[in-house]
């Protein structure tokens, strides 16, 4: 194990440069002593394919982050780019679920919402403490791409974004879990 080093970037340094990290925008959901809870996060990635694993990463103190660590099951909801209202609301104090079509899962409880680009239902596998946060290491149960021309609500310099039209050719050799060739992004291992 490396030994931490004594200097640490500034936390004003640090947003600078993570505000420049494009995300999808999602609001995860669980169920916290029987209620519907929730939050909006960009935290969130592909963690493997085999089996399909997700990780997100949530403020240890937040009621989402208890109601998943208490139930042990999460909600991900990609949002659409005309769902910036639902991220608006998610992200804010107040009654999160007021007017939001959703149903709960039959078996978890947790809350699936309607309007959305996607979900995933996930059971949490591993929880790690890191900081101020806590990443959940969660298997994926199921889930649903409710929209087969998606137009997703992305995040970048402080900022709600949208995709430009069209799309670049697609890439032959990469997977967002990475491959088992370790070859990663161009310019990073690529022969």
Known sequence: MSQPHKAVVAAAKFRDVIRHLASGVT??????????????????????????????????????????????????????????????????????????????????????????????????????????HTIFVARVLDGELKDRAPDPLLYFDRSYRQLALGAEPATKNLEPWGSAQDTGLPGWGWP
Do not use: K, Y
């Not at 929730?38 to 103190?61: E, F, K, R, W």
């Not at 899962?105 to 949490?124: F, K, M, R, S, Y």
């Open 27 to 132: 609001v995860i959901t669980a169920s916290l002593a029987g209620e519907p809870v929730g939050m909006t996060a960009t935290a969130v990635c592909s963690v493997s394919a085999t089996p399909p694993s997700v990780l997100i990463s949530l403020q240890s103190n937040s009621r989402t982050a208890l109601g998943v660590a208490e139930s042990g099951f999460l909600g991900i909801h990609l949002l659409r780019h005309a769902g910036r209202d639902l991220a608006e609301q998610f992200a804010s104090r107040g009654q999160h679920f007021a007017n939001i079509n959703f149903e709960r899962n039959a078996e978890t409880g947790v809350p699936l919402l309607h309007d959305v680009l996607a979900w995933l239902l996930c059971t949490v596998e591993q929880t790690i403490p890191a900081a101020d």
